[in-house]
């Protein structure tokens, strides 16, 4: 397996980024730990003339938490999220989730920007960010936006990112209540058969706001609002959460493959989100 | 001499022979990155070939254009069928009598078929020569199912229909359908067809094994070097059988055996992966010989798993009768063998199914029959044997899914109705109903041991209480209690019914005894994990009496080795092993007539002791095999040729038959299909055993294979010829993570016609293990009607067994 | 095929300069350039961890790395932890226990191991087949493996506290 040739940049800042970027179009493509784009340029399913790589361009690796906001540089990596005790006290779900994704070898690689920009559906991170309700910060030649995750994704692959924009951190607003990343997968280094982020506040034995999204269980990962409504204002007993459930596989939208066929993984995302519900709510 | 005062248990310590865990002395260098596999060849000049692979099934090729291949930096040439022609090389012979395109012949088979070969100055020009490879094709009609090609008008294999339209008889015999390529039959089929007719109860299943891959964590591999000089020519490779390469490499390029040398450096694992010839290896050889310089083929990932050496692939209905007691009265078979597009089974030339004739299992039973269908569809060629003797794992799985879906018919534990039907000790040498002689077995002691072990009553008594749970809504995950009792039949084998393109499968052993006592030993075999150099060596050590840390083990060149038929269906104990202690009796024959020279009494007053030989009732006057050693050479003996050699030919005078019972226990989640592993019991009886510690390192391997088997590990087709698993995404190998701590232990019935009684363990796991973890799965759904349903038992089809029982309700 | 490029990585302490293509994969540039031959290949998709290396204190698989991204780093294969005079731990502790068979993962094995313990010296079971889930072995089934490293382990501990 052995990629085509390329052009490589290592660019020292955004600047020089941004104007191979502009000289190339979507005929450059910027690279973090290429633990996504690299095996699709080895099978050849990935044309790349320009690689842009991103590991000297500072400012992207740091974690900040503040009382009310996270923020996550697009280079640190999952590795970096389950070692970062400041982060797993503010937002344990980030440890929870990282820690299902890929390998070690892999964790050490991957970046939160990569796994959230290149639109892959079966990556863990969008679907959890969609979750937190955090933004994507991305930056061109026109400057900086915040893109809301939950707006970001279009399809496979596809996102509101711009070819010629680079998404340089992820905000998160501080996540409240309880939580849970549950996900099946047929063993470690697989992507989800089906897989839940949840998010709970509870206050006096009922549910006060309740944030739901899926992955691998759609072109997109899918934030769906009516999941978590259905948890608000209950006591989250078995009645809500069939609720939660059922507005759940009214936006979900499984294909078939190896992992198996539509109706078992709407069957297991039911189950999966049941499981992440009910230990979200047993930490809340 | 400190051998003088250490004691008797001192020297038999020192030799570290047969019977200790002795530490293997390959692991220096592969714990210090010192192996030498095949792509860590390098030699001055090479070139790197590589495949343009067909994207279809099956089609028909136009055209292909290589002008502008050729013009890619660093490509120096491109091969193709019409290249090979004039050679005679554009088609091979493969193992099983068949015929394979070495590249596509105007037309291709399966996806991944090698259509053209690039060679280039290193791997990136060949990877852009071959993008540049322009093939035009012409789609036709797939077929991947071998119920459909018997039945379609579609021809796969044009090169064997005759002209005016008929089939010409294959290699085993007449053909009913131009998909069709053999039927084979074993036992009786009019008696077997009465009993079952007549007989009180009668259980049936159609089973389907599903198609998987060995996947050795090393891809297959050669480096091709024609001297031109000397005219001689040197392939490295990873190959499991050296000297048989060697043999067809010459059969089929004209050279002289002589001017090949076959060379297999440490293999990275086979498992039945590296037994073929590939087109790889032709191609490289034929590129070697045409640009003068060496060349380099490694296949990657995807090729091995799309191309090379599939297993399995069998579609079998099985009719088993009993007695309302339970006691087996008749056992029918029919397989349906699912080939691929050429016949490239490694089996026996006289076995086409393998020992697929093993399927009565280790049970008395009278009257058997067994017919098999091979058949030709669109899919890769190979059939090997993964991690097991010939069709063996097959067999058992089939036999030990009928033993459990009789239980079912009769309403009877499935463990006990092993117990009444096992073939019973005194039975042994027992002839089967479809031919074979069982050599030993001790089956009641061996299973009442491991019932015992688990508790085997206990556990019923917890899965009942679990039933009761589920159904009461207290619990959502079931219990499965897998049982397998399997006998194996290995160490092929037997010249007079054993061989491959007329090989016989016997296999050697040369030693050379130097004289300050140390050795060498050279065989006919080639380890690929499983420490070979160690063990061979304790196998001699205690023949001979010289410590097995002075005996050098070497394998796998065939200019120095002596010919054997190599290493797979654990045939490296029982052949190859006989063959060393054949050998090192030889040796000590001579070494007692040099004692009994320099003890200055007659032969037959000397006797074997450890490491010495003593004078009958005076054991202070000896000599060691040492001093003897150095007399050999040292010392004019009259009568006696200098020197301490000796070679031995072993032909097995009959397979040997490991056996064991193996139980699973297995915790499944209904509502996700997800399975726990919560105990695994091995019990191992392999004969005599020579390296307790190695053995229980193939039993954890085999395990784990096998477990990769049953659970979710599969080549898996779409209907247009696609593989849907080329990668390890989607090819399930398991990681520690997935994999339990195992239970192991053992009995020891040594073979009776074995030198040393060993019987070989490789692969036993394998095939007791894939039954287990699948009875496990199927037991857990035992109390809610489950009769049988097919591997791999992975997340979605667990989950399918239990939505058509309701369980989601 | 692009224009090759100047490259400068350290290898096991010893710094290496050449000229590449950037597309040429780490692994090959270790085992066809520098002849170390140490890390394997296996599976080419970042799933096996044959061709683990340490990159600057990461355990890495060297296949999903161009060589080009490696440029000024310094790289630690299997024949920098320790050799026939300075074996380390875990190298002794896996031909005590049985960790390897047909060797072809175990240079990757014991490469992630070291890093794993450093992370954390004293892992449970669990904890060890965790951190070595992104290594592949087809032969042992890992039950060796795992009481290798838990054996290298402890040596390493008992010979830490003895020096403190």
């Known amino acids: 397996m052995i990629p085509a040739a390329f052009e490589y940049y290592r660019p020292k800042d955004m600047a020089g980024v941004l104007s191979i970027l502009e000289e190339h179009g979507d005929d450059a493509r910027v690279m973090a730990g290429g633990h996504s784009l690299i095996p699709m340029m080895k099978l050849r399913m990935a044309d790349v003339p320009h690689l842009i790589d991103l590991q000297d361009v500072g400012g992207m690796s740091d974690i900040a938490v503040t009382a009310d906001s996270i923020r996550i540089g697009a280079m640190v990596t999952q590795h970096d999220i389950i070692d970062h005790d400041g982060l797993a006290s503010a937002a344990p779900i980030l440890r929870e989730a990282a820690l299902q994704i890929a390998d070690p070898q892999v964790r050490y690689m991957g970046t939160v920007g990569g796994n959230v920009a290149n639109g892959d559906p079966g990556n863990d991170m969008p679907g959890l960010m969609q979750c937190l309700d955090a933004a994507f910060t991305v930056v061109g030649a026109e400057g900086e936006r915040d893109i809301p995750a939950r707006d970001f994704y279009e399809a496979a692959y596809m996102t509101a990112r711009e070819d010629e924009e680079v998404l340089t951190a992820v905000m998160i607003p501080a996540p409240q209540g309880g939580y849970a990343y549950e996900k099946q997968k047929r063993k470690i280094g697989d992507y989800a058969t089906a897989a839940a982020a949840v998010q709970i506040v509870k206050d006096g034995g009922s549910c006060v706001s309740a944030s739901i999204a899926m992955t691998n269980l759609s072109d997109t990962p899918i934030y769906s609002e009516d999941a978590g409504a259905a948890l608000v204002g209950t006591s989250v007993d078995d009645a809500a959460i069939k609720a939660a459930i059922a507005a759940m596989l009214g936006d979900i939208d499984p294909t078939e493959d190896n992992r198996g066929p539509v109706a078992f993984k709407k069957h297991v995302a039911g189950v999966i989100l049941r499981r992440a519900i009910e230990r979200a709510w047993s930490r809340a | ?809 | ?164």
């Open chain 2, 1 to 809: 001499m400190k051998d003088e005062v250490d004691s008797r248990e001192d020297r038999v310590a020192n030799l570290k022979g047969m019977g200790c865990s002795r530490k293997r002395v390959e692991d220096a260098r592969f714990t210090q990155g010192k192996g030498n596999y095949v792509d860590d060849v390098k030699l001055d000049g090479m070139l790197f070939g590589d495949f343009v692979r067909s994207p279809y099934a099956h089609a028909r090729i136009k055209s292909i254009d290589t002008e502008a291949a050729l013009k890619v930096k660093g490509v120096l040439a491109v091969l193709t069928a019409k290249d090979l022609e004039p050679l005679g090389l554009h088609w091979m012979p493969t193992l099983a009598g068949d015929k394979q395109m070495v590249l596509a012949d105007g037309k291709v088979l399966f996806q991944g078929q090698e259509v053209a070969f690039v060679v280039a100055e290193d791997r990136y020009a060949a990877a852009d020569g071959i993008e540049a490879v322009e093939v035009e094709y012409e789609e036709l009609e797939v077929i991947v199912d071998p119920f459909k090609a018997m039945e379609s008008d579609v021809v796969l294999r044009e090169d064997l229909v005759a002209e005016d339209g008929s089939l010409p008889d294959g290699a085993h015999g007449p053909r009913k359908h131009h998909n069709h390529i053999f039927t084979w039959e074993a036992g009786d089929k009019e008696p077997t067809e009465e009993v079952i007719a007549n007989a009180e109860v009668v259980a049936e299943e159609s089973m389907y094994y599903h198609r998987t891959h060995p996947c050795p964590l090393e891809t297959c591999g050669c480096v091709a070097s024609m001297d031109k000089v000397n005219g001689k020519l040197t392939l490295w490779g990873t190959f499991q059988a050296p000297h048989a390469i060697r043999t067809v490499v010459s059969l089929i390029s004209g050279i002289e055996e002589h001017n090949i040398r076959v060379i297999s450096p440490d293999i990275g694992g086979g498992f039945g992966n590296k037994v073929g010839a590939y087109p790889g290896y032709v191609c490289s050889v034929v590129a070697s010989i045409v640009t003068g310089k060496p060349v380099k083929w490694i296949e990657d990932r995807m090729d091995n798993l799309m191309t090379t050496a599939f297993a399995r692939d069998y579609w079998m209905k099985g009719r088993i009768s009993a007695t309302k007691e339970g006691k087996i009265t008749g056992l029918h078979c029919h397989v349906t063998a699912d080939h691929g597009g050429f016949d490239a089974c490694a089996d026996p030339t006289k076995f086409p199914a393998g020992f697929m004739n093993i399927c009565t299992g280790s049970y008395d039973i009278p009257t058997a029959f067994l017919e098999v269908d091979g058949v030709y569809t669109n899919k890769a060629p190979g059939g090997v044997s993964y991690r097991c003797s010939f069709r063996v794992t097959e067999a058992v799985y089939f036999i030990e899914r009928m033993i459990e879906v009789l239980a079912i018919e009769l309403n009877m534990d499935a463990a006990e109705l092993r117990r009444i039907n096992f073939i019973k000790k005194e039975q042994f040498p027992y002839t089967a109903a479809l031919g074979w002689e069982y050599d030993s077995g001790d089956y009641h002691t061996a299973w009442d041991k491991a019932l015992k072990t688990v508790d085997y009553e206990g556990l019923r008594a917890e899965q009942a209480q679990r039933v009761e749970d589920f159904k009461a809504g207290k619990t959502r995950s079931l219990m499965g209690i897998g049982l397998s009792f399997f006998t194996e039949i290995v160490g092929a084998g037997p010249v007079k019914n054993c061989d491959i393109l007329g090989l016989g499968m016997f296999d050697s052993c040369e030693i050379r005894i130097h004289p300050t006592g140390s050795a060498i030993a050279r065989l006919g075999t080639i380890s690929q994990g499983q420490g070979h150099a160690t063990t061979f060596a304790q196998i001699l050590a205690s023949e001979i009496g010289l410590p097995a840390d002075s005996i050098t083990i070497e394998e796998g060149d065939t200019d120095t080795a002596p010919y054997g038929l190599g290493t797979y269906g654990s045939r490296s104990t029982p052949v190859a092993g006989a063959a060393t202690a054949m050998a090192g009796r030889k040796i000590r024959a001579k070494a007692q007539m040099i004692a009994a020279y320099l003890l200055e009494v007659h032969d037959d007053d000397v006797e074997f002791d450890v490491d010495r030989f003593v004078v009958k009732g005076a054991p202070e006057r000896f000599k060691t095999m040492k001093e003897i050693a150095f007399a050999a050479y040292n010392q004019a003996i009259p009568g006696i040729e200098p020197g301490l050699e000796a070679v031995s030919y072993y032909d097995p005078p009959n397979m040997t038959y490991p056996f064991g019972a193996y139980i699973c226990v297995m915790d499944i989640d209904v509502d996700t299909g997800v399975t726990d592993i919560r105990r695994f019991y091995a019990l191992d009886d392999c004969g005599t055993r020579i390296n307790p510690m190695i053995i229980e390192g193939q039993v954890h391997g085999g395990l784990t294979e096998a477990l990769a088997v049953a659970l979710g590990q599969e080549i898996a087709y779409d209907d247009m010829g696609n593989v849907k698993t080329g990668t390890l995404m989607d090819f399930f190998l398991p990681t520690a993570w997935e994999v339990p701590n195992y239970e192991t232990d053992y009995t020891v019935t040594p073979s009776p016609h074995h030198p040393i009684g060993a019987k070989g363990v490789g692969e036993s796991p394998h095939v007791g293990g894939v039954p287990c973890f699948s009875n496990a799965v199927q037991d857990a759904f035992r109390a809610f009607g489950n009769r049988h349903t097919n591997m791999p038992h992975d997340h979605w089809r667990i989950w399918k067994t239990a939505n058509e029982l309701g369980l989601h309700d």
């Open chain 3, 1 to 164: 095929m692009s224009k090759k490029q100047h490259y400068t990585i350290t290898v096991n302490g010893k710094e290496e300069e050449f000229l590449a293509e950037p597309r040429e994969l780490l692994i090959y540039t270790l085992r066809e350039r520098l002849n170390i031959t140490g890390p394997h290949i296996g599976c080419e998709t970042s799933h096996c961890g044959a061709c683990t290396v340490t990159i600057d204190g990461k355990s890495v698989k060297a296949c999903t790395m161009f060589v080009a991204q490696a440029d000024g780093k310094g790289i630690t294969t299997i024949e920098g932890i320790g050799g026939p005079d300075d074996l380390h731990p875990l190298q002794n502790a896996f031909k005590e226990h049985h960790g390897l068979q047909c060797g072809y993962c175990t240079p990757g094995m014991i490469t992630r191991a070291t890093k794993l313990l450093e992370e954390n010296p004293n892992p449970t079971e669990e904890e060890i087949r965790f951190g070595m889930a992104g290594n592949i072995c087809r032969c042992t089934g890992y039950q060796n493996i795992v009481k290798s490293i838990q054996a290298a382990a402890a040596e390493m501990s008992a010979a830490k506290e003895a020096a403190e």
